[in-house]
């Protein structure tokens, strides 16, 4: 029983692989902006909220995706996510105003992005309770990955089939790697998730954790990290060009070193999470993405340093989200992960549309950058400070 219990946990691991380099394909957005513009004659700045939407509405879904398990099973949810997904990319291709590009690839992409991503996640780390922090890092190392690779299948689409080709062959080959990836997921046994709280306490119901200050801590410190990770991650090359003044094609190289960056911070914090402290993993984290900003704020650029800030807020990012739904059972358990990390995760969206309206509204990147530099501040203070014992008293 247990040689079996080993192969389907086994077979779910690399399901989730699977679907989840599909999914983090989304993180290559930055590359089609300048294209869109064109196309739809609008403003960068407005083409780039699509992927502020998305990242809204992937965190919506995200929250209600422990439901949708509940009636249908991972495997159903994911085989829908994967369909979704890539009607809603196909969809992109066809848009010609602001309007339906927001719909396709703001909503649509977003919600099956955001129905795929959390359960799969939530569900894998389930099946490994005593490596919580090595499955949330094999898993969400492969979504990382997913932008490394999709960054040179999509320029290369672009170039060779023009913007609308590209979006319609992704669309075919996102749609096919989540619901291959779907086809090999089990749901974890009830028994294999119970657990109790690394604290000594036991398992919290998402309204017992919402009374909880440390909650509200945790849910601050990881909207911090994720507005920062994801505000840069979004319009990177736009930052390298026009605020570091470099050439197109340097600034492009942004989104390889975002998703090499992104890669490493996951397997490295998260395989590091299962050794030592995950809230002093969460706190190097948020200090290498200080330093990330306080070089863009502070010091002349030039393509190296530029590299250098952006690589280690892509590292701090990839880490937190990789480290959190462990360090959110640490605190509440694992019965009810998918719903307390669930609400936590909505940070994940409105972090980006958040950081995405103040620069519309205030013209430019900085403002966006001093709100960062503020609530990291405040965030590394609050890491220092919660500790999941205090959580459990």
């Not at 922090?133 to 170039?159: H, T």
């Not at 690394?198 to 911090?224: C, N, V």
């Not at 960056?261 to 969460?282: E, K, P, T």
């Amino acid at each position: 029983m247990q040689t079996s219990n080993n192969s389907v946990r086994y077979r779910t691991l690399a399901g989730t692989i699977i679907c989840q380099f599909g999914l983090g394909s989304v993180y290559t957005w930055s590359l089609f902006n300048a294209a869109l513009s064109h196309k739809l004659g609008a403003p960068v700045t407005k083409v780039a909220f699509t992927f502020g939407l998305l990242s809204l509405t992937l965190a919506i879904a995200s929250s209600l995706s422990s439901k949708m398990q509940e009636r249908f099973g991972v495997r159903r949810v994911a085989l829908g996510a994967g369909l979704a997904l890539g009607i809603g990319l196909f969809l992109t291709s066809m848009a010609s105003s602001l309007t339906m590009l927001y719909l396709s690839a703001g909503v649509l992409v977003g919600l099956a992005d955001g129905a795929g991503y959390l359960l799969t996640l939530s569900n894998c780390v389930k099946w490994f309770p005593e490596r919580k922090g090595m499955a949330s890092a094999f898993s969400l190392g492969a979504y990382g990955l997913g932008s490394l690779g999709f960054k040179y299948i999509n320029l290369g689409l672009m170039g060779h089939m023009g913007l609308d080709g590209a979006f319609r062959i992704w669309a075919v080959l996102a749609l096919v790697l989540v619901m291959l990836g779907a086809l090999l997921l089990s749901d974890a046994p009830r028994q294999q998730a119970a657990g109790v709280a690394k604290g000594g306490g036991r398992d919290f119901s998402l309204a017992e954790a919402l009374r909880k200050p440390q909650y509200w801590g945790l849910a601050l410190m990881f909207l911090t990290a994720c507005m920062s990770g994801l505000y840069v991650i979004g319009v990177a090359k736009d930052i390298g060009e026009r605020y570091a003044h470099l050439p197109a094609m340097v600034a492009a190289n942004s989104v390889a070193v975002i998703a090499v960056a992104n890669l490493l911070g996951r397997l490295v914090l998260g395989i590091l999470s299962d050794r030592m402290s995950r809230s002093a993993v969460i706190s190097m984290a948020l200090s290498c993405a200080l330093i990330g900003i306080l070089i863009l704020l502070y010091v002349p650029l030039n393509a190296p340093l530029f590299f250098i800030a952006v690589a280690c807020i892509a590292f701090s990012f990839g880490g937190s989200i990789t480290v959190y739904p462990a360090l959110v059972s640490d605190f509440f358990g694992l019965t009810n992960l998918a719903r307390t990390y669930g609400v936590i995760y909505l940070g994940f969206g409105f972090g980006s549309v958040v950081g995405s309206i103040i620069s519309s509204a205030f013209g430019g990147f900085l403002a966006t950058f001093y709100l960062i530099l503020a609530l990291l501040i405040v965030s590394l203070i609050c890491s220092v400070m919660v500790r999941p014992r205090a959580a459990m008293a």
